[in-house]
């Protein structure tokens, strides 16, 4: 009974806030106060949850009957759980920043931005708690449009033309081919349901399958697997605690999550091992590692956009978590599961950092950077442990995962995974290393590098408080991530309980 | 009195449109439409619900027995489709007010109700009655008072638009009539119960199929199937914003009911499915609407004639549902018939309220709209959203049932279609929506306030109806998956 009191309230707390946050729009500091507020009250509630989640428990909810047969369902598992404690976890330091960045850059419609982020994450805990695949492309769906004013938040003809890209990828990919995956998996299985070893063993079978598998994987956009990947960057207009917060964690993560879920629970290990020809995911994953991580080199030795050279890591680091779990072994999964988190925390700290240079000093080139962590030391060396993170390097939460993805793939005898593995690792060394270089052992610029008008640029210092606080906080979490990893542990080996138990 | 519902539902309004005619003050007149107009929509309500309970309600009218004298006959299916009719009736002569004062000349306003009430009655008339030339005769009213209302358009080409939707649509009733004296003439009977019995008969007589084509070429054109669909893009595009909003969401929807009726209760499916093969030919056009008239809006930039196509290929969803001939497919034509009247009356009456404001739906004028009517693109918005379909709004619920409807017989290049379809719905939604939020203002266009409340409020009753019964569908699914086995003759 808490258990389903708990998950309502998870959902209803940020719809509750977005209310509220309506309701105090004419004075900022209530308004604010009104988000930091939400945002704690959340992580309390998603805390409580995952309290019993690791005592075995799996509380469920039935919302409301959307069909006649189909409800839209809250049921919660570990993985779910996982996701659920991250966004939460990362919402209220998020708020935090966000409060520092939006008056230190004066932007607009700030009512309108945190109304916005309230509804996101609402519907990033309906993602994480879902308990069907129709429930999940409800919130999926909501996720897209609530996050929209967001991307356009400058309006204008910029902003407009990224949305656009956003919007039209993000949609046609769900309509056109999400939305059939799951009216097949409806006409093929009876029940969209999630259930430990999957619902489609012995339904649909052969190439068919393979193609089905496709329409999931290309269908959920938001996990950004190449081709459908370009929205992430054209999400780079928005402000940057959107950028940290949804296009770096949640949204790509409610993609990822998916993915691993529609793998997990709809296909089902043990199948997908059996049927060869679904057997391109980990190719796909593969390329699209490897491709990132290229085109972010790419962008490093231009020296060009900091926060275009964050996507296209992040969509480097989002095919791992595919990757993962396409390799179909145990530990992997783990490896998949974890990554969710660790690249949360580490990627989170490198947008924060980008957002913090922009505001004290305006800066969004790479090749302004020079010498900036004489002035920025705490932004800077945050950033450093960051791409600690994203390298998978000691002491940081990345090594743990990327450890269990290299496990799984030798267990299993997957040569290719390993391969992709390290030379992706190799490639993300080499465009997030001559970064921290620049940044500390060069001498600074004399002049600004594209705005130079011929004078000295005002002296800056450090960007205000919140915002240092922020970042200094989620890269001090990225490495506590390697010394304490029991709660995601625990919850990832109970994923697999389920799954290797209960297949049939 | 309950007994009677059935013929109040019809001659209320019926009777109301001469005395509507007869009052002298446009406010006056208004009122009244709205008094009559509420009035219809509650008896429609207690009629659904005593369909719900009691499955079939038969009234004779004057008390002669059918099928001698005429039948009033309410099952499921057209319960539901009367609700449609008299709710979008209520709801739109509520926001008429103000919309129709600024749009039609003062001293016809009077009249304007009249032909609106008459109209109502019409298409009511041929949902509720259960006798075939009864239907011709109403559907004769319904156009006509259909004709006069497009014709009040401010825009001069209101008035060629009118003239040509009564060209097709005098055609199309031509039709009709000739399907329905055949039949009559095979028969001897004009009662649909009856001709279901003793049609089976005499059906391999080659007049009975004659009769059906016919039938089916005259309630295409009254649906504007595609390639009959010429008459409706300008007839939307010109007539008053209240009459557009109206007619999108009852009139077509009434012709595609005419069509369940006569080709599953009168032929009966087995006859028009596997004798005649209807399928074969409703299918290959509805698709052709679904992608075409799709393809056509976006490239509108009056934006009343882009949701007037986007009502062509909707019309292509229904008929395609319907023209798969199982239980899940008409059910969603009978859903979407449902869902697709609430959107295009949100949107439509949204536009009312652009018109009201800034006098014209052109994509250019309406650059920059977002700011100064926050609401009202707000609410066009949403009813784009639900149009595309997306989850949490009644346009994912027809969309779901159709994709399951399509999938489930194995036919995938067809599902694939639906979705394209929706694709380009999302492109020319968000051509207006992109207009409105993120372009500057038009040169020369002053300053522009909200819409008034009195056409918001019936604006947003719509909007939070897209949403209402998009959430929980489980009536109007419930309702629809019953009808359809009324239909299919599996049910009652």
């Known amino acids: ?504 | 009195m309950t007994e009677h519902l059935p013929v109040l539902q019809v001659v209320i309004p019926l009777m109301a449109a001469p005395i509507c005619a007869l009052l002298w003050r446009a406010r006056l007149a208004w009122g009244f439409a709205v008094l009559v107009s509420w009035a219809t929509f509650a008896i429609s309500i207690l009629l659904l619900r005593r369909v719900m309970a009691e499955e079939l309600i038969s009234y004779a009218i004057g008390g002669w027995e059918p099928p001698w004298g005429i039948e009033y006959r309410l099952d499921l299916v057209n319960a539901f489709v009367l609700l449609i009719v008299a709710g979008v009736g209520a709801v739109v002569s509520t926001y008429a007010l103000l919309s129709v004062e600024d749009e039609v000349p003062r001293r016809q306003i009077p009249l304007f109700y009249a032909a609106f009430l008459l109209c109502l009655a019409g298409l009511l008339g041929i949902t509720i009655t259960g006798d075939l030339f009864n239907v011709f005769v109403f559907l004769e009213i319904s156009s006509l008072s259909a004709y006069s209302l497009v014709a009040m358009g401010r825009d001069r080409r209101a008035l060629t638009a009118a003239f040509r939707y009564l060209v097709m649509g005098s055609i199309g009733a031509t039709f009709i009539v000739i399907g329905i004296g055949f039949l009559y003439a095979m028969t001897g009977t004009l009662n649909m119960a009856d001709l279901a019995v003793r049609l089976p008969a005499v059906e391999t007589a080659r007049t009975v199929p004659v009769a059906f084509g016919f039938l089916a070429v005259g309630i295409s054109l009254k649906i504007a199937l595609f390639p009959l669909h010429l008459w409706l893009p300008n007839a939307y595009a010109y007539a008053p914003s209240a009459v557009t909003a109206f007619l999108a969401a009852t009139a077509t929807k009434v012709a595609v009911y005419v069509l369940l009726r006569v080709f599953f209760t009168v032929f009966g499916a087995s006859y028009s499915f596997d004798t005649v093969q209807l399928d074969y030919v409703l299918m290959p056009l509805a698709l052709i609407a679904i992608l075409t008239m799709s393809l056509v809006a976006i490239f509108q930039d009056n934006i009343k004639r882009m949701l007037a196509y986007s009502s062509l290929a909707q019309v292509g969803y229904m008929t395609l549902g319907i023209s798969l001939g199982t239980a899940t497919g008409v059910t969603a034509g009978i859903l979407h018939l449902f869902n697709h009247a609430l959107m295009k009356s949100a949107l439509f009456l949204a536009l009312g309220c652009v018109v009201y404001r800034i006098g014209t739906v052109h994509l250019r004028q309406m650059a920059g709209l977002g700011r100064e009517m926050p609401w009202t693109i707000a609410a066009f918005t949403l009813g784009g959203l639900s149009l595309i379909g997306v989850p949490l709004t009644v346009g994912f619920i027809s969309k779901w049932y159709l994709i399951v409807a399509v999938l489930e017989i194995g036919w995938w290049p067809v599902a694939l279609l639906i979705v394209i379809s929706s694709l380009m719905a999302v492109i020319y939604i968000w051509r207006v929506v992109e207009a409105a939020y993120f372009l500057p203002s038009p040169e020369g266009r002053g300053a522009i306030r909200e819409a008034p409340l009195s056409l918001l409020i019936p604006t947003w009753a719509l909007v939070l109806a897209n949403i209402y019964f998009g959430v929980d569908a489980t009536l109007t699914a419930g309702v629809a998956g019953r009808a359809a086995a009324v239909l299919l003759g599996m049910g009652s």
């Open chain 1, 1 to 504: 009974m808490t258990g389903e009191l708990l998950i309502n309230l998870a959902l209803l707390i940020p719809i509750v806030g977005a209310v509220l946050i309506v309701a105090t729009g004419r004075h900022p500091n209530v308004r604010e106060g009104v988000t930091l507020l939400t945002s704690g009250a959340l992580l309390v509630t998603v805390l409580a949850l995952t309290r019993l989640v690791i005592g075995g428990a799996r509380p469920e909810s039935t919302l409301v009957e959307l069909v006649p047969g189909l409800d839209l369902q809250l049921t919660l598992e570990p993985l779910g759980m996982l996701f659920a404690l991250v966004a939460a976890l990362l919402w209220p330091l998020n708020s935090m920043y966000s409060i520092g960045y939006m008056r230190g850059n004066d932007e607009g419609h700030q009512t309108r931005f945190y109304v916005c982020f309230a509804v996101a994450i609402a519907s990033v805990m309906g993602i994480a708690f879902s308990g069907n695949l129709l429930t999940l492309f409800v919130f999926y769906e909501a996720l897209t449009i609530s996050t929209y004013p967001l991307v356009t938040h400058h309006g204008g003809e910029k902003s407009m033309k990224a949305g656009r890209v956003y919007l039209g990828i993000l949609i046609s990919t769900s309509i056109g081919l999400l939305l059939l995956a799951i009216g097949w998996t409806w006409v093929a299985a009876g029940t969209l349901d999630f259930v430990p070893g999957g619902i489609l063993a012995g339904r649909v079978e052969g190439p068919a399958l393979a193609l089905l598998l496709a329409l999931y994987v290309f269908g959920i956009g938001k996990a950004a697997v190449m081709p459908v990947h370009r929205w992430l960057p054209a999400a780079m207009v928005a402000p940057t605690p959107v950028s940290a917060l949804l296009h770096a964690v949640a949204v790509v993560k409610a993609g990822v999550f998916t993915v691993v879920k529609v793998v997990v629970y709809i296909f089902g290990l043990d199948l997908l091992v059996a049927e060869t020809a679904t057997h391109w995911l980990l190719y796909a994953a593969g390329f699209t590692v490897i491709a990132a991580s290229v085109a972010a080199l790419r962008i490093g030795t231009q020296r060009g956009n900091l926060k275009r050279l964050l996507a296209y890591s992040t969509i480097g680091q989002l095919s791992y978590v595919v990757l993962a779990a396409a390799i179909l072994a145990p530990l992997s999964a783990v490896g998949a599961a974890f990554h969710i988190i660790a690249h949360a925390f580490g990627k989170i700290t490198l947008f924060f950092a980008a957002g913090s240079i922009y505001t004290a000093a305006h800066k969004t080139e790479i090749n302004q950077l020079d010498g900036i962590g004489r002035s920025m030391p705490w932004t800077m060396g945050a950033f450093a442990v960051g791409t600690l993170s994203m390298i998978g390097l000691p002491p940081s939460g990345g090594f743990v995962s990327k450890w269990f993805m290299m496990m799984g793939a030798f267990q299993t005898g997957q040569m290719v995974a390993v391969g992709i593995l390290i030379v992706s690792t190799l490639l993300n060394a080499a465009y997030f290393v001559p970064i921290v270089y620049i940044a500390f052992f060069r001498e600074p610029a004399e002049h600004g590098g594209h705005d130079d008008h011929g004078h000295h640029e005002p002296a800056h210092g450090e960007a205000p408080l919140p915002i240092v606080i922020a970042t200094v906080v989620t890269a001090t979490l990225s490495v506590l991530l390697f010394f304490f990893p029991d709660v995601p542990f625990t919850l990832a080996e109970q994923m697999l309980d389920g799954v290797t138990g209960g297949a049939p």
